[in-house]
């Protein structure tokens, strides 16, 4: 089973994305802080983490670029989740080792575009 890990501080977008990935067949993981979610990948590696842009303990492109630095042969596929359309903050996550993002608030195809990159990238290699 695809694992997806959540790191996100507000409890309705976790229950949302939850929602609409389980029900496209992942398990999917939770956490509020990125010490948490950093904590959570160190152990175990997700195949897709969602970051959120704005985290009460961290800088969400610094946080990304320690993701991908746990498994540099193999990096989880990131998707970098923000509120706003700011396309340098984009471009900054992207550098950083995202390969996509999504806005909020998000809905269940959206979600499942974004996956379907993920799925498309796996099929390639």
């Given at each position: ?62 946080l990304i670029s320690k993701l991908n630095s746990l498994n540099p042969e193999k990096p ?10 700011k396309v340098a903050q984009i471009m900054r996550a992207k550098r950083a080792g995202a ?27």
């Open positions: 089973m695809r694992r997806c890990l959540v790191i996100d501080d507000s409890q309705v977008v976790r229950k949302v994305a939850r929602r609409i990935l389980t029900d496209a067949g992942f398990l999917v993981g939770e956490a509020v802080t990125g010490a948490e979610g950093l904590a959570i990948c160190s152990q175990e590696m997700p195949e897709i983490i969602i970051v959120d842009s704005l985290l009460p303990d961290a800088d969400s492109i610094d989880p596929f990131i998707i970098y989740c923000t509120h706003e359309l390969k996509g993002h999504m806005l909020k608030p998000f809905v269940r195809q959206q979600v499942l575009d974004c996956f379907r990159s993920f799925d498309e990238l796996v099929e390639a290699s």
